[in-house]
């Protein structure tokens, strides 16, 4: 099955996260190189400066990796589209596709990317709140504080868009995208076409509440996996077998078993059980 244009969301840049953290940390930069000149470029420093600094842990903000260097620099990785950062253990990695490499001590970081779309940016620590991506991303959904109160006054700065170009928006919630506000939208029971003042108190409650729970449950699921999604170690995610709605147009509602449809909403399209999702 291929989905053109559906591009890493929370759950598989998370997956990519936990595996990085698990084994990058210690590992030290000698060299960064990159074979397409915007995948690669230093803000406020320069690139030889992450030489010999190692990787003290690997954060994630919506759907941007934040790779962290003794403390004093970042790297922050774009994935956008086609973006792929895969650990490269033999040296084998590298192909037609790759743009930048990240060599280690141990080991190297190959970034791949078809669309050329991504970017990797390396900057002090000190900025990486400022950077024009992340300064206005909007809450973590994951984080405990996360509430129906914060979706809400989120959601009010939207109020004649669409819940799904709402959800879209990483300044209402960070790193939903295309899959997910689709996923997100059936378990909340609530139509994708809605506008965002038409919401009641409970809508926003649900919505907060399945925000959590199918971003969690893609987590485990290892993420889903479209034309070009592969985590760190090469490997693909297993959400979309147990997708409610994305991807499963004409099949039945897991729920009522009335036919998936599939339309478009904020330019996208949307797949939705019209009985379930009438409101
Ligand atoms: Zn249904």
């Given at each position: ?35 397409w000149?915007?995948?690669l ?66 080991g ?9 779309f ?7 620590a ?34 004649s ?56 449950r ?17 490997a ?25 449809i ?18």
């Amino acid at each position: 099955m291929v989905h053109y244009g559906t591009m890493p969301e929370l759950p598989e840049v998370e997956s990519i996260r936990r595996q990085l953290d698990a084994v990058l940390v210690g590992r030290r930069l000698v060299d960064l190189t990159s074979s397409w000149p915007k995948t690669l470029v230093a803000r406020g420093t320069t690139l030889t400066a992450a030489h010999g600094l190692a990787i003290d842990g690997v954060d994630r903000r919506g759907k941007v990796l934040i790779l962290g260097l003794d403390g004093h620099l970042a790297l922050l990785v774009h994935l956008r589209m086609t973006g792929q950062l895969l650990l490269d253990e033999t040296g084998e990695l590298e192909g037609p596709k790759t743009r930048c490499v990240i060599t280690m001590d141990r080991g190297a970081l190959v970034f791949n990317d078809q669309r050329k779309f991504g970017r990797l940016v390396l900057l002090p620590a000190s900025l990486v709140a400022e950077d024009p991506l992340l300064a206005r991303m909007g809450p973590e959904p994951l984080e405990t504080s996360f509430s129906a109160q914060i979706l809400s006054d989120h959601l009010r700065r939207h109020r004649s868009i669409s819940v799904k170009a709402a959800l879209l928006d990483q300044s209402t919630v960070a790193g939903i995208g295309n899959i997910y506000a689709d996923e997100i939208l059936f378990a909340s029971e609530v139509n994708p076409a809605r506008r965002c003042d038409q919401l009641k108190r409970r809508d926003i409650e649900r919505l907060a509440t399945a925000i959590v729970a199918v971003l969690s449950r893609a987590i485990n699921a290892g993420g889903s996996t479209m034309r070009d999604y592969r985590d760190a170690n090469g490997a693909q995610g297993n959400y979309l077998e147990e997708a409610a709605v994305f991807a499963r147009t004409g099949q039945p509602c897991r729920r009522c078993s009335a036919s998936i449809i599939k339309v478009r909403v904020a330019g996208r399209g949307t797949h939705l059980c019209p009985s379930c999702q009438s409101r």
